[in-house]
């Protein structure tokens, strides 16, 4: 059986395959074709942060609708005030941040990307009967699903790792890839022309559209580096208790 000190430091190995594997992807030729399917997880993402957001503000997420061009509209009613529309708005925008994180410090361990891979796999199932109302957002969310199931149930430990791990890194670097979102008052879905959401926050508060969308990228920075930091910081304190272990039995030794 594998020691979980030893699944741990395979962690830091995959967080480098991960980001060695997204530069290639950005590098070569069609590799944004290859990653088609990622982008579409950052979407899918972004407004699963609108739903939860309006849930944490006593709304209901009535229905998430997404089209093959990356683009995707979440509805979500029953809450009032201003600062609940704007927090609403907010969920996506920085709902990929908090996603990658939480991602992180789940990848440490082989046991915890299961426990991950499938919790995300039965709630994006769940989630296209209860929500999902366009037939690309269907067919995507379902695709997707059922592969986090597989990898959890019958693909290795470490292939889960690697999996949650690279996953993680696409949501982390598209707060930034896809950050011109963050400046711009209009959003241009498969739905048709709405006001964005850093101009719905704009809306809903005060101080110009570019403010908020700096304040969003702000956080979601605070977010991502909050958590590749316990994602280091784990390794470097497993290391160091391992290192002190075989200090100590050494010194009886003797």
């Given amino acids: 059986m594998e020691k979980p000190a030893d699944s741990r430091a395979r962690a830091d190995v995959f967080l480098l395959v991960s980001i060695a594997l997204t530069v290639v992807l950005w590098a070569v030729p069609y590799g944004?074709?290859?990653?088609?399917?990622?982008?579409l997880v950052s979407t899918l993402v972004h407004e699963l942060g609108h739903g939860i957001a309006g849930v944490l503000v006593g709304g209901s997420f009535q229905s998430f609708e997404m089209w093959s061009n990356g683009s995707g509209?979440?509805?979500?009613v029953g809450y009032d005030g201003r600062f609940a529309r704007a927090i609403v708005s907010a969920g996506g925008l920085v709902g990929p941040a908090c996603a990658a994180a939480v991602g992180f410090a789940m990848a440490r361990g082989e046991r915890?990307?299961?426990?991950m891979l499938l919790s995300l796999g039965?709630?994006?199932?769940l989630g296209d009967l209860l929500i999902?109302?366009?037939?690309?957002?269907w067919v995507f969310v379902t695709l997707f699903a059922l592969s986090l199931l597989w990898t959890g149930t019958r693909a290795s430990g470490w292939a889960s790792q690697l999996t949650l791990l690279f996953l993680s890194v696409q949501l982390a670097l598209s707060v930034f890839s896809r950050g011109d979102y963050l400046f711009t008052d209009k959003a241009h879905t498969g739905g048709g022309v709405f006001p964005s959401d850093v101009a719905n926050m704009a809306d809903a508060l005060f101080l110009p559209y570019w403010f908020w969308g700096a304040l969003c990228g702000a956080f979601s920075l605070a977010v991502l580096l909050i958590g590749a930091w316990s994602f280091l910081r784990e390794?470097?304190?497993?290391?160091?208790?391992k290192r002190d272990l075989t200090g100590r039995h050494g010194g009886a030794k003797l």
């Avoid at 944004?32 to 982008?39: A, D, E, N, S, T």
């Avoid at 039965?122 to 199932?125: F, N, T």
């Fill in 32 to 39: 944004r074709i290859v990653g088609y399917p990622l982008m």
């Fill in 73 to 76: 509209l979440a509805h979500v």
């Fill in 112 to 115: 915890r990307a299961r426990v």
């Fill in 122 to 125: 039965v709630l994006l199932l």
């Fill in 132 to 137: 999902v109302r366009s037939v690309f957002g």
């Fill in 235 to 241: 390794g470097r304190t497993a290391s160091t208790e």
